[in-house]
């Protein structure tokens, strides 16, 4: 099937196709084998050494988990695309395979908020990280010193909406060599590429927006094959002996599947892959959905704020709008103090609290109260995050009914 040929949609349901799929079978099957078969002993050695293509040990590679980072780096525009268990064993996986002690990264302090407490991990093993606000590049510049190996950022931050000043800061990075890494869960594929801002490497967590359902989690890292891995400082002479291209995925196969395990599991990769033929259609009715509980809340004089990308009040919505196709089923919102936020969640009938996004279903949570508790109140403040902040994950129910439960739980 030639590349671009046909839509987004299209291009996920037919992608299994363009390899030979045992019986036709219109769904990549799911291979539980953990070991696989050769012609002979000669043949193995060739897989083994990287001679010729074929699947080692489950661990590193597994057909169906193949037929989803297909699937993904199709999405992706990319050279290549690994799976992961998770989406933080993706961003664990680049922290494993690219870096070293006296690395220096600069990140979004803008984050989702598991990928700021990796980072502070990181920087209890010996690697520097500063934390910019990125939504302007003059930030990023500031911080760069010459050990920076990785800029990275999301594209909308969770959960204060905040947009990453992607474009200028990858012409910056491109500039500098300097590898850029942008978390793309938030918008997903379809509706950013971040190769179109010059990304070398793009982290999805398939979990959310890809797979869609909440049944299954997955992660992925696609190489955009626009950062020239000769530049970078830590590629072991082993990758080297691949073209230059491959040398950055080679080593992060090897170092997150072969050594440290983060694979994803072949029963995941199927739901996920099944999930990501209606992603388009979720997405659209998500960001419509989105759009009409952001204006209505912001509307209501018991709403103090509304921190939608949609949002003509949003500080980057003129960015938004240029760079993504539509502005996302997330936002977020902070009530009027007389109104308490645990009352309020409770009063709710169809949103449910809990603490996935990208779901099917609206979810929402207690930002401070939860998943940026651990923090404290003072990173939380820095982060812009008020105690009363609520995320909600918009899904895909009927706009009238969802407008008309946010709307009751205000009205009592
Ligand atoms: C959820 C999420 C992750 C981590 O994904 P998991 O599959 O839950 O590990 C990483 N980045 C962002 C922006 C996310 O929303």
């Given at each position: 099937?030639a590349?671009n040929?046909?839509?987004?949609?299209?291009?996920?349901?037919?992608?299994d196709r363009?390899?030979p799929?045992?019986?036709?079978?219109?769904?990549?099957?799911?291979?539980?084998?953990?070991?696989?078969?050769?012609?002979?002993?000669?043949?193995?050695a060739?897989v083994?050494?990287?001679?010729?293509?074929?699947?080692?040990?489950?661990?590193?590679?597994?057909?169906?988990?193949?037929?989803?980072e297909?699937?993904v780096n199709?999405?992706?525009?990319?050279l290549?695309?690994?799976?992961?268990?998770?989406?933080?064993a993706?961003?664990?996986?680049?922290?494993?395979?690219?870096?070293?002690?006296?690395?220096?990264?600069?990140?979004s302090?803008y984050?989702?908020?598991?990928?700021?407490?990796?980072?502070?991990?990181?920087?209890?093993?010996?690697?520097?990280?500063?934390?910019?606000?990125?939504?302007d590049?003059?930030?990023?510049e500031a911080?760069?010193?010459?050990?920076?190996?990785?800029?990275?950022?999301?594209?909308?931050?969770?959960?204060?909406?905040?947009?990453?000043?992607?474009?200028?800061?990858?012409?910056?990075c491109?500039?500098?060599?300097?590898?850029?890494?942008?978390?793309?869960?938030?918008?997903s594929?379809?509706l950013?590429?971040?190769?179109?801002v010059?990304?070398?490497?793009?982290?999805?967590?398939?979990t959310?927006?890809?797979?869609?359902?909440g049944?299954?989690?997955?992660?992925?890292?696609?190489?955009?094959?626009?950062?020239?891995?000769?530049?970078?400082?830590?590629?072991?002479?082993?990758?080297?002996?691949?073209p230059?291209p491959?040398?950055?995925m080679?080593?992060i196969?090897?170092?997150?599947l072969?050594?440290?395990g983060?694979s994803?599991?072949?029963?995941?990769?199927h739901?996920?892959?099944?999930?990501?033929?209606?992603?388009?259609l979720?997405?659209?009715?998500?960001c419509?959905?989105?759009?009409?509980?952001?204006r209505?809340?912001?509307?209501?004089?018991?709403?103090?704020?509304?921190?939608?990308?949609?949002l003509?009040?949003?500080?980057?919505?003129?960015l938004?709008?240029?760079?993504?196709?539509a502005?996302?089923?997330?936002?977020?919102?902070?009530?009027?103090?007389?109104?308490?936020?645990?009352?309020y969640?409770?009063?709710?009938?169809?949103?449910?609290?809990?603490?996935?996004?990208?779901?099917?279903?609206?979810?929402?949570?207690?930002?401070a109260?939860t998943?940026?508790?651990?923090m404290?109140?003072?990173?939380?403040?820095?982060?812009?995050?008020?105690?009363?902040?609520?995320?909600?994950?918009?899904?895909i129910?009927?706009?009238?009914?969802?407008l008309?439960?946010f709307?009751?739980?205000?009205?009592?």
């Amino acid at each position: 099937m030639a590349k671009n040929k046909y839509g987004f949609t299209t291009n996920i349901l037919h992608s299994d196709r363009q390899k030979p799929i045992e019986h036709g079978s219109l769904h990549k099957p799911i291979h539980t084998a953990v070991a696989f078969g050769y012609r002979d002993a000669r043949e193995l050695a060739a897989v083994f050494q990287g001679r010729q293509p074929g699947y080692r040990y489950g661990r590193q590679g597994n057909p169906t988990v193949s037929a989803l980072e297909d699937k993904v780096n199709q999405m992706e525009d990319g050279l290549s695309t690994i799976c992961f268990s998770t989406g933080m064993a993706a961003i664990g996986a680049i922290v494993q395979g690219l870096l070293r002690q006296g690395d220096h990264v600069v990140s979004s302090a803008y984050l989702f908020g598991n990928t700021n407490s990796l980072w502070q991990t990181v920087a209890a093993q010996g690697v520097a990280v500063s934390m910019v606000d990125a939504t302007d590049v003059a930030n990023v510049e500031a911080a760069l010193t010459p050990s920076t190996r990785i800029v990275f950022v999301e594209t909308i931050a969770n959960p204060r909406t905040q947009i990453a000043d992607l474009a200028r800061i990858g012409q910056l990075c491109r500039e500098r060599g300097i590898l850029y890494v942008v978390d793309n869960t938030m918008t997903s594929p379809y509706l950013f590429q971040p190769k179109t801002v010059e990304a070398g490497l793009v982290v999805n967590a398939l979990t959310k927006s890809i797979g869609g359902h909440g049944n299954a989690l997955g992660g992925s890292l696609t190489d955009t094959g626009l950062y020239d891995w000769s530049r970078y400082p830590h590629i072991a002479e082993n990758y080297k002996k691949y073209p230059t291209p491959q040398w950055g995925m080679a080593q992060i196969r090897a170092k997150g599947l072969r050594d440290f395990g983060a694979s994803l599991g072949p029963e995941a990769a199927h739901h996920l892959a099944v999930g990501a033929e209606t992603m388009a259609l979720r997405i659209e009715r998500e960001c419509a959905n989105a759009m009409s509980l952001a204006r209505m809340l912001e509307a209501d004089e018991r709403i103090a704020a509304v921190h939608y990308p949609g949002l003509p009040t949003h500080p980057q919505h003129g960015l938004a709008g240029e760079l993504f196709k539509a502005f996302g089923g997330l936002f977020s919102f902070e009530l009027k103090p007389e109104i308490d936020c645990f009352d309020y969640l409770n009063r709710l009938k169809l949103a449910i609290p809990a603490s996935n996004l990208g779901d099917t279903r609206t979810l929402v949570i207690p930002v401070a109260h939860t998943i940026f508790y651990e923090m404290g109140p003072e990173r939380r403040a820095s982060m812009g995050i008020a105690e009363s902040l609520i995320r909600v994950s918009v899904g895909i129910e009927d706009t009238e009914d969802l407008l008309e439960d946010f709307r009751q739980a205000l009205a009592a």
